[in-house]
């Protein structure tokens, strides 16, 4: 796809700020889920959607990994971002055997990214872009972005989702995969995480991203070239409190977010 110069190891030389995030799609939210938080809270989903975009303001990444974001979300990401993102949506995200209304999105700032001649692909479960990334005045090189959110119940299945986007993260030096792998990630484990350490990615999170029942470390953020020190985040100034985690971001999920240099 670009020709035959091998590709160029970049992350180095380029600050980047990428964000995934889980934003809570209305139509997966039940009382019974989540019996902890009150129903003038829960059932908000105007108000849950300003914290949300507020955040993404106040953080300013370069990369957005979203999941879970309905048509509704996704006009309001539009409206707020389109100006200075390339927004790509997939397609219906597959949801326990039924299309569901939620996509995943990726949004790239235009004066780091290019998205002339790239290619997208979409999935059941997310979707990867070959796209540019600018690392000069007029220099630029090939990067893989792929945002995912797997299967909640079968680990099996989990792992046949990411075998489907292996060929595209081993086809490049230079990768940003993030999302939802509904997982919990410890370094000890063998898990989904052995496949994709295996195919050169590094995992960036180690910190709990979602506290309804346990706390569990499932949203992450990986990267594939060189980033000597890259620093990670989990968002979260309230600890173990789940309503307050609501209250102030609007989802059940916590956001991460990692800086490449």
């Not at 975009?53 to 979300?73: I, K, N, R």
């Not at 995200?93 to 004066?111: A, C, D, F, M, P």
């Not at 509904?182 to 484990?189: A, H, L, P, R, V």
């Amino acid at each position: 796809m670009w020709g035959r110069q091998p590709p160029k190891i970049i992350f180095f030389i380029v600050y980047m700020k990428v964000l995934s995030w889980n934003i809570l799609a209305d139509e997966f939210i039940s009382k019974r889920y989540y019996p902890m938080i009150p129903s003038d809270i829960l059932f908000k989903r105007a108000r849950r959607l300003e914290r949300i975009l507020t955040l993404l303001a106040a953080e300013d990444p370069d990369v957005m990994l979203l999941q879970e974001v309905m048509l509704s979300e996704y006009n309001a990401l539009v409206g707020q971002f389109a100006r200075m993102y390339h927004i790509i949506k997939s397609k219906n995200i597959i949801w326990q055997g039924e299309v569901s209304h939620t996509y995943n999105v990726i949004l790239l700032r235009k004066n780091m990214f290019s998205i002339k001649g790239s290619s997208l692909h979409h999935f059941d479960f997310g979707l990867v872009v070959n796209c540019l990334l600018k690392y000069g005045p007029t220099s630029y090189i090939p990067i893989v972005v792929g945002n995912v959110h797997l299967d909640d119940l079968s680990k099996g299945k989990r792992l046949k989702q990411l075998e489907e986007i292996e060929p595209y993260l081993l086809e490049s030096m230079n990768v940003i995969l993030g999302g939802d792998f509904n997982e919990t990630y410890s370094i000890s484990s063998n898990s989904i995480y052995n496949n994709v350490k295996s195919q050169g990615l590094k995992i960036m999170n180690q910190s709990p991203t979602y506290f309804i029942g346990r706390k569990m470390c499932i949203d992450n953020i990986m990267l594939k070239g060189h980033a000597p020190r890259p620093r990670v985040r989990v968002i979260n100034d309230y600890d173990n409190d789940i309503l307050q985690h609501f209250i102030n971001y609007g989802s059940d999920h916590l956001p991460v977010v990692v800086i490449t240099k």
